[in-house]
């Protein structure tokens, strides 16, 4: 897991990054490419909104990190393991939770 430049995030700055990616818009960019810098630097000029100073390259990690821990997390509650856990799993379970169903269910048909 790579260091985000130094600076630790606290709650609140991951709070409002899972709620700038939790937007339907930002979503569907995000899924349908592999070069983002322009996603993200929209999404760190939200988080200047909220008075959080952040540059692309930082939420890039940060939700790179997120996306891996919950997966990691998924996997394990998946395979009937209860002990790994993570402090923004439900937030990200919303987010995160449906996108894999509905590819299940897509290639179900």
Do not use: P
Request: glycine residues 6%; positive net charge; proline residues 0%.
């Amino acid at each position: 897991v790579a260091n985000e430049g130094g600076k630790h995030w606290t709650v609140n700055e991951v709070r409002a990054l899972i709620r700038i990616w939790s937007d339907k818009s930002i979503q569907q960019q995000l899924e349908g490419t592999v070069r983002n810098k322009r996603i993200f630097e929209q999404v760190a000029a939200r988080l200047q909104k909220f008075g959080i100073d952040r540059d692309w390259k930082q939420c890039r990690t940060k939700y790179k990190n997120l996306k891996h821990e919950y997966k990691s997390v998924k996997n394990a509650q998946d395979s009937g393991s209860t002990s790994k856990s993570m402090k923004f799993f439900n937030e990200l379970d919303a987010i995160l939770g449906h996108s894999t169903m509905e590819q299940a269910s897509k290639s179900d048909n």
